[in-house]
């Protein structure tokens, strides 16, 4: 056991070595993914590290990372990554700590008591719950979601990753190697942001002024937050509608406001997913067979938003009704 948890231990932590905060909300489109970073850089302390722990744990901790393991221990993958994996349990709690609110908020204490392994007959040991930590699952879960339509994906604070997504694709900075990307801090590019909004001749000038000065557009129409193929259709129709009719506002349609709630299986789907068992005297169903909320609850999140460069309300409100009355027209 001892083995196993300075396996997990390490892998915890240089996955967070992985992913400098200026990364973290970036991987939508920085690339390469933290994960890979993280091996990158392991395997540049192979020697400490092995002569810390014991001869070849770097090798194995990289493997944990690249989810390459031995049957025996898939349970350390499903806590470094999964539906209820020890990251997702920390930024919801820390995310909601530090943004002053409590849809983040679930019993973590209860949830981690009651974790144990699943064995399905050929040696193979999976995350699994005790039955008494299925209504933590659902709060987990359910402040997962929350946090999708109050935090993550708020109108706000979405107009300023498109901003910071603009800015970062500018930026650029040398990852070669990457190990590189330790050489970087939230101080560094908050700098240069600053020194390009002082600077009219840098090509980020207006982006990096939009966020220095709090200078956002603002939103003049939202769908639901369950968008599928024909609410997106329609987005686009009254965005592109909007463009050629109203060439005096810069319009900018944000469809990229989604993410997943959860990935467990549901039956009667047809999509794979996480087949996450609870475990209750001598027998195990499937989460989303024991909680009615996992099986009927939605597994993405997706709000498609139309923003534009205004201020005027009286304008914005006219905006807004000339979105609405192109929506009924548009199939």
Known sequence: MTYAWDRLNLSNSITGMGKPQYIVRQERFYKPLHEVVSVAIIKSLKSILDTMYFEGITDIVAQI??????????????????????????????DSLHCG?????????????????????????????????????EALILARYYMFTQVYMHRTRRIYDIYLKDFMENWKPDLNPLTAVLDYDDIDL?????????????????????????????????????????TLR???????????????????????????????????????GIE???????????????????????????VVRIYVNEKDQAKLNDLRIKAK???????
């Open 234 to 272: 329609k987005a686009k129709g009254i965005f592109q509608n909007l463009e050629n009719n109203s060439s005096n506002y810069n319009f900018i349609l944000d469809e990229k406001a989604k993410g997943s709630i959860h990935k467990f299986f549901v039956p009667g789907e047809h999509d794979e």
């Open 65 to 94: 990372l690249e989810g390459q393991v031995i049957p025996q221990l898939n349970f350390l993958k499903d806590i470094l990554s999964g539906s209820i994996d020890a990251d997702r349990m920390d930024y919801l709690l820390r």
């Open 325 to 331: 009355k192109i929506e009924g027209e548009v199939m």
């Open 101 to 137: 609110v409590s849809y983040g908020s679930f019993d973590h204490d209860r949830l981690i008591d009651t974790l144990t392994v699943f064995s399905d007959g050929t040696g193979s040991l999976s995350l699994a719950v005790d039955h008494g930590g299925i209504h933590s699952i």
């Open 276 to 302: 996450l068992q609870v475990v209750h005297k001598q027998r195990h169903t499937l989460i989303t067979e024991e909680s009615s909320i996992l099986e009927k609850i939605p597994k993405l999140f997706h």
């Open 190 to 230: 908050i700098t240069m942001m600053k020194n390009a909004s002082r600077d009219k001749n840098h090509p980020s000038h207006v982006v990096a002024t939009r966020i220095c000065c709090r200078q956002h557009h603002s939103v003049i129409y939202e769908t639901s937050e369950f968008a599928d193929a024909r």
